[in-house]
């Protein structure tokens, strides 16, 4: 069946701090994860995917690790900030641009 | 450029009742997908349209349905509002049908009582 799940719903780390994000998926034939943010009130926004070929893509402060030998992807955020606070979500393509959602962690940035 | 946009964005219907939810996708998207978010859980598909035909749907019962007209932009419709149908309703547009990059526009809230 269909799993894409994330380790903890929610997630305290201090101003400045690097977070760590972590998500599990079940289907060793996944080739496409996407994360994305989503801020109360809004729609899910983009951070950054990354497809099956790859272990590791860099963004902006962001970065994804995939592991295809534990079924494990990650969300690193370099130096976090106020800004960052939100849910967030990984998701697996599916293919027909079907999304499959996590359940999502709520980070939270202490002051 | 404009982002997906989508309207209303707050709906309150009573049990019964039919809604109609729309969605504009960026410019120059041909895909549009719909999700169902409940508060608290991650979006669950609901439909996939590109160019104007159903390319994937969910697993939702017939009361949903949806349509993409000739400008790409998209309608979903909800017969019989059940209470269960209240949610965070997003509209996600992409170039391509497939393994493409999602957009997800800000969402209708809608309630039901």
């Known amino acids: 069946g269909e799993s894409v799940g994330l380790h903890l719903p929610t997630l305290s780390v201090q101003e400045g701090d690097n977070s760590i994000i972590n998500c599990a998926y079940s289907?060793?034939?996944?080739?496409?994860f996407i994360w994305y943010k989503q801020e109360s009130g809004k729609g899910p926004q983009f951070i950054i995917d990354i497809r099956s070929n790859m272990d590791k893509r860099q963004g902006q402060r962001v970065t994804v690790l995939l592991n295809k030998t534990v079924k494990h992807l990650s969300l690193q955020i370099a130096a976090t900030q106020p800004g960052d606070s939100a849910v967030y979500f990984c998701?697996?393509?599916?293919?027909?641009?079907?999304?499959?959602f996590g359940q999502g962690t709520r980070l939270t940035i202490n002051p | 450029d404009a982002g997906v946009t989508q309207s209303p964005t707050h709906l309150i219907k009573t049990r019964g009742q039919h809604v109609t939810l729309r969605c504009s996708p960026i410019s120059g998207h041909k895909s549009v997908s719909w999700y169902q978010q409940v508060l608290g859980q991650g979006p669950q598909f609901i439909f996939q349209y590109y160019e104007k035909e159903e390319r994937g749907r969910g697993n939702f019962p017939d009361r949903f349905s949806a349509r993409q007209f000739p400008n790409y932009s998209s309608e979903l419709n909800v017969n019989a509002l059940l209470l269960g149908d209240s949610a965070l309703y997003l509209c996600a547009s992409s170039l391509v049908s497939r393994q493409e990059t999602q957009y997800f526009g800000p969402g209708t809230r809608l309630l039901v009582l």
């Open positions: 998701a697996e393509n599916k293919g027909a641009q079907k999304l499959v």
């Open positions: 289907n060793s034939a996944s080739d496409y």
